[in-house]
């Protein structure tokens, strides 16, 4: 099994920038994609992005301008940069590792943006 843990949530301003971190740990498959999601009390949880470990990187369409996804594969940590937050970034934003037999999720971390 896979464990993650995020890091980096908080409290910012409108137009200011977090960056989060997950950190995965235990038996990674030697093909897998971590990824981000977000949901918030009102929403089903959203896709954000993913990166493979072998590079390829997916957006959400309404992400990719602000959002910047990357990955560490010696360190099995993947981050997301976030900039120009925005008050409708507030979510709570979860890490997710997949492969072909086996997919986990992050317990989230808050990121909460005043207008």
């Known amino acids: 099994q896979v464990q993650l843990v995020e890091s980096g949530g908080g409290l910012v301003q409108a137009g200011g920038s977090l960056r989060l971190s997950c950190v995965a740990s235990g038996h990674m498959r030697s093909i897998n994609d971590m990824g981000w999601y977000r949901q918030t009390p009102e929403t089903q949880r959203e896709w954000v992005a993913l990166?493979?470990?072998?590079?390829?990187?997916r957006y959400a369409e309404s992400m990719k301008d602000r959002f910047t996804i990357s990955r560490d594969n010696h360190r099995n940590t993947v981050y997301l940069q976030m900039n120009n937050l925005k008050p409708e970034d507030t979510a709570l934003y979860y890490c997710?590792?997949?492969?072909?037999?086996?997919?986990?999720w992050g317990q989230g971390t808050q990121v909460t943006v005043s207008s």
């Open positions: 997710r590792y997949r492969d072909s037999e086996y997919a986990t």
């Open positions: 990166m493979s470990n072998g590079g390829d990187i």
